[in-house]
Nanobody
Framework: QVQLVESGGGLVQPGESLRLSCAPS????????IAWFRQAPGKEREVIGC???????EYPNSLKGRFFISRDNGENMVYLQIYGLNPEDTAVYYC????????????????WGPGTQVTVSS
């Protein structure tokens, strides 16, 4: 079983940027698809994007332009860079792992990190 740990969350002001990190235990295998999700209070968990084993990153159209996922197999890390944060981005951000290709539904991912809180407020 792979354990995931997110880090990098915190309190930021509107307009600022943030980089979140996800570290899988045992290393980042090339066969892993790593996705980032977020869940705001009272809302369903929402997919942000996914990096598959070929390094291709996929985003829902509604989130393109401010969210960028990068993957460093050598450093065993997957990152989520967020630009232009606004209060609507306040949520718990999760990384999740599955073998093979990316998927958009949370239930497709068997492994999850505990999440990191991002709060955007002035």
């Amino acid at each position: 079983q792979v354990q995931l740990v997110e880090s990098g969350g915190g309190l930021v002001q509107p307009g600022e940027s943030l980089r979140l990190s996800c570290a899988p235990s045992g290393g980042l295998k090339e066969t892993y698809a790593i996705a980032w999700f977020r869940q705001a209070p009272g809302k369903e968990r929402e997919v942000i994007g996914c990096s598959n084993r070929d390094g291709i990153t996929e985003y829902p159209n509604s989130l393109k332009g401010r969210f960028f996922i990068s993957r460093d197999n050598g450093e065993n890390m997957v990152y989520l860079q967020i630009y232009g944060l606004n209060p609507e981005d306040t949520a718990v951000y999760y990384c999740a792992l599955r073998g093979g290709v990316c998927a958009r539904t949370p239930t497709a991912y068997p492994e999850w990190g505990p999440g990191t809180q991002v709060t955007v407020s002035s």
